[in-house]
Every structure is written in C-alpha cells, then in structure tokens.
C-alpha cells in the first residue's frame, strides 16, 4: 500500500509525484503519451489511454488508492477503478463537474448564487434566450480550459456563429458580469470528513489564462471571504466530496459573489500554497489518498504566483525558443521557481509559475513585478 497512483501526466500529476515522494510513497502515473511532465519523475508509469482496461488493470496491480489531476477522465473509468480501490475524486463528482450544465445546475441547487445563463443545445435555444444576458460569454459545457471553447459575444447572430464554430455541442450562455475580483477558494477534505481551508487567493487572467495569484496582500472583506469558504464548504459537502477541491468565486463591483466552477483537484490558483504554507495543496492530496491527517494550511508570509507560459521564450520577437533567464530570477529575494520539465515551449503552453514570499506586502509586490518584467509576465499586480 505504499504506492499511490495519478491519472494523467501533466504538471497537477508531476507535482503530486514530488509531494507524495516527499512523504515516502511511491508514484504509478496512467498517461497516454510518453515522456510526460508526471511520468518521468514518477516510479512506474503506465502509457495507457484512460479508457483502456488493460491500462486500468495495470494501474490496479499497483495500487490501492487513485486519483486524478483533470475533471475529464471518463467517469466510467473512475467508477470502474472505485469498484475495488480508494479513489479521488469520485466517478459521481466528475460527471457533474466536466459538465457546465450539470455542474451550475448543482451549484444552483445548494442556493449558493452562479451567473444568470441558458442551456444551449440547439440554435432554437439561442434564439429564444432571454436578450437580458446579452453581452455574454457561449461555453462549451465540455473540455473548456485556460478559456478555449469560449466565445464573447454581444447578439444572437454573434452567438449562433460562435455555437457553430464549435460544432453545436452542448453549451451555457452566461451573462458577462462586472467582476471586481476572481478569488479562489482551496480546500482538502479528507475521508474522515475533516475540513482544511486554504486562504484565499485573488487571482488575475491574460487571454483567459491564470496570469497572478496574490495571497495576503490585498484586505479582502471578511464578510465576503467568509461567504466564499462557506459556499465552498456546502459543494463539497453536497457532492459529498474527498480530496483537495477548488472553487472559483467572482466578486462582482456591487460585491455580490458569484461561484463562477468547481476543479475537483489541486487547481492552479492553488500553486502559491507550495511555499506559502507548511503543506501545499499537493501534499494535502497525497495525505487524503493516503487516508492520512490533514496538514497545516496557515499562511506562513505574502505570497505571489506568477504563472510562466511559453511565451517567455519568444519574448524576444524571433521564432526560436530562447530560455528565459532564470537567474536574474534567482537572484531576487524570495522567489521559488517550479518549472514542469515539458518538453518543447509554445505560446500559451503553461511551462512553469514562480512564488514570490516576502513578509513585508510592498517589498513582495515590489520583487514580483521584477520577476514579471524579467519574463515579459505583463502580470496585473
Ligand atoms: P480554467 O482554466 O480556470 O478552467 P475555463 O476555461 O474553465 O478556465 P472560466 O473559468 O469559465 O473558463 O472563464 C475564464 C475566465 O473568463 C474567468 O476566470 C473570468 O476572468 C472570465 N469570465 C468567465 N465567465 C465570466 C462571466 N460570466 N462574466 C465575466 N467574466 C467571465
Ligand atoms: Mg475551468
Ligand atoms: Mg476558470
């Protein structure tokens, strides 16, 4: 029972290897393609589709407890694996997540407040929707990430377009909302049913990609951060969630708060906690899967993530990818690099994020930039 298993070998799957190596347990990544970020650096790695049963057979001849860093494994996969071991998250859980509809509908019926929207799966049902959500954003109810499968549109006629360019599947029309803020709320809850609550972190995008996510700078209301960890708390409690789970907030200008999707895993807005506090949310997965006691998740300073996409590496205008230079990084204080080993640096391709820690909120605002002008980051902070 000391090796644990990870569905998927990008930088969620990698990190999760290190916390858990950390903790002495071993690693099986299950990833259809090799040489990935998670399988090189985990013990044994099975190259196997997530449908596949012979991958799944495989990956249970290793191990008693399994789970996953993206919402899209097939939930039949899950359910099939959860039949004879300890799993993170559930079957049940990812058919509500990686489904928009499903997955606002849910959040909905906990009374916790979602943007107004309209089911779309047909163009009939974009011309009868209501005229007051327009301008809106058209999501693709499925394998949305980093804002792909989004389209902004101000009519009917923009939408209908959007709708076919993505080939008219399922979709929710959301009303644009004037957002203040986006904060995330962290959690890990264990099998024992304890609760551990991140603090909130108060994130920025670029192009719809995590750009910054600063923690203890900025005073967010008390009335309104508690809100939040309680909407939180109520979703996991109703989908009767184990394992670490983030829930993306919106803080609209009049200070309502809108819960904007739910990761059932470590998510990016959660990568500060990897020096910002004693455990990070990978080490808080290892532990649920490990059926051990939750850690400390206390802010320990201030702390800054800046994500570090590909485009680093073409800051300079040309066609090649150059590596940034990581030691004028380096050399400023506080700064912690992770980068994710992929193999090639494209444009818009998460490679890597920096944490900046700093007690003192000025100084850590002040190297931060630093960082985000030594990597052209255009970070909003
Ligand atoms: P992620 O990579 O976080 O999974 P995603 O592709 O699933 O992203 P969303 O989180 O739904 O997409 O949206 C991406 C970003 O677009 C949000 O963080 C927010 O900045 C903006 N956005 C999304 N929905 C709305 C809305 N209804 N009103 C205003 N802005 C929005
Ligand atoms: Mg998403
Ligand atoms: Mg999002």
């Given at each position: 029972g000391h090796t644990l298993g990870m569905m998927g070998g990008g930088q969620l799957g990698r990190m999760f290897c290190h916390a858990a190596q950390s903790l002495g347990y071993k690693v099986v990544v299950l990833e259809p393609t090799e040489e990935s970020p998670a399988g090189r650096v985990a013990e044994y790695e099975v190259v196997s589709a997530y449908d596949d049963m012979k991958g799944l057979d495989t990956l249970l001849s290793y191990t008693q407890a399994v789970t996953t860093e993206f919402e899209n494994v097939p939930a039949a996969s899950l359910k099939y694996l959860s039949s004879q071991i300890r799993i993170s998250p559930s079957a049940a859980v990812v058919a509500v997540v990686q489904d928009r509809i499903a997955e606002k509908t849910f959040i909905a019926s906990q009374g916790i407040p979602v943007a107004p929207y309209a089911e779309i799966r047909t163009i009939e049902d974009l011309e009868k929707a209501d005229n007051?959500?327009?301008?809106?954003?058209?999501?693709?109810?499925?394998?949305?990430?980093?804002?792909?499968?989004?389209?902004?549109?101000?009519?009917?006629?923009?939408?209908?377009?959007?709708?076919?360019?993505?080939?008219?599947?399922?979709?929710?029309?959301?009303?644009?909302?004037?957002?203040?803020?986006?904060?995330?709320?962290?959690?890990?809850r264990g099998f024992d049913g304890k609760i551990a609550l991140f603090p909130i972190g108060v994130n920025t995008h670029i192009n719809g990609i995590l750009s910054s996510s600063v923690v203890g700078v900025e005073e967010i209301d008390p009335?309104?951060?508690?809100?939040?960890?309680?909407?939180?708390?109520?979703?996991?409690?109703?989908?009767?969630?184990?394992?670490?789970?983030?829930?993306?907030f919106f803080i609209l200008e009049d200070n309502r708060l809108v819960a904007n999707e739910i990761a059932p895993r470590p998510h990016n807005s959660g990568h500060y906690t990897m020096n910002a506090c004693l455990s990070s949310q990978f080490e808080q997965q290892v532990r649920v899967l490990a059926g051990m006691p939750l850690g400390s998740t206390d802010l320990l300073a201030p702390t800054i993530m800046l994500n570090i996409l590909g485009d680093s590496w073409f800051a300079h205008g040309g066609e090649q990818a150059i590596e940034p230079d990581w030691a004028s990084v380096l050399a400023l204080p506080g700064v912690n690099l992770h980068l994710y080993g992929k193999a090639e640096a494209r444009k818009g391709r998460k490679m890597g994020h920096i944490n900046i820690v700093n007690k003192d909120p000025q100084q850590l605002i002040y190297y931060a930039r630093q960082v985000s002008d030594i990597l052209h980051l255009n970070a909003k902070i």
């Amino acid at each position: 029972g000391h090796t644990l298993g990870m569905m998927g070998g990008g930088q969620l799957g990698r990190m999760f290897c290190h916390a858990a190596q950390s903790l002495g347990y071993k690693v099986v990544v299950l990833e259809p393609t090799e040489e990935s970020p998670a399988g090189r650096v985990a013990e044994y790695e099975v190259v196997s589709a997530y449908d596949d049963m012979k991958g799944l057979d495989t990956l249970l001849s290793y191990t008693q407890a399994v789970t996953t860093e993206f919402e899209n494994v097939p939930a039949a996969s899950l359910k099939y694996l959860s039949s004879q071991i300890r799993i993170s998250p559930s079957a049940a859980v990812v058919a509500v997540v990686q489904d928009r509809i499903a997955e606002k509908t849910f959040i909905a019926s906990q009374g916790i407040p979602v943007a107004p929207y309209a089911e779309i799966r047909t163009i009939e049902d974009l011309e009868k929707a209501d005229n007051t959500l327009f301008p809106a954003i058209l999501k693709a109810a499925r394998l949305g990430y980093d804002g792909k499968g989004q389209a902004r549109v101000k009519s009917v006629a923009e939408a209908v377009e959007a709708f076919k360019s993505f080939g008219e599947v399922p979709c929710v029309l959301e009303a644009m909302l004037p957002l203040k803020k986006e904060v995330s709320v962290v959690m890990a809850r264990g099998f024992d049913g304890k609760i551990a609550l991140f603090p909130i972190g108060v994130n920025t995008h670029i192009n719809g990609i995590l750009s910054s996510s600063v923690v203890g700078v900025e005073e967010i209301d008390p009335t309104i951060e508690k809100a939040a960890q309680e909407a939180a708390i109520k979703i996991a409690l109703g989908l009767n969630y184990f394992g670490v789970m983030c829930v993306e907030f919106f803080i609209l200008e009049d200070n309502r708060l809108v819960a904007n999707e739910i990761a059932p895993r470590p998510h990016n807005s959660g990568h500060y906690t990897m020096n910002a506090c004693l455990s990070s949310q990978f080490e808080q997965q290892v532990r649920v899967l490990a059926g051990m006691p939750l850690g400390s998740t206390d802010l320990l300073a201030p702390t800054i993530m800046l994500n570090i996409l590909g485009d680093s590496w073409f800051a300079h205008g040309g066609e090649q990818a150059i590596e940034p230079d990581w030691a004028s990084v380096l050399a400023l204080p506080g700064v912690n690099l992770h980068l994710y080993g992929k193999a090639e640096a494209r444009k818009g391709r998460k490679m890597g994020h920096i944490n900046i820690v700093n007690k003192d909120p000025q100084q850590l605002i002040y190297y931060a930039r630093q960082v985000s002008d030594i990597l052209h980051l255009n970070a909003k902070i």
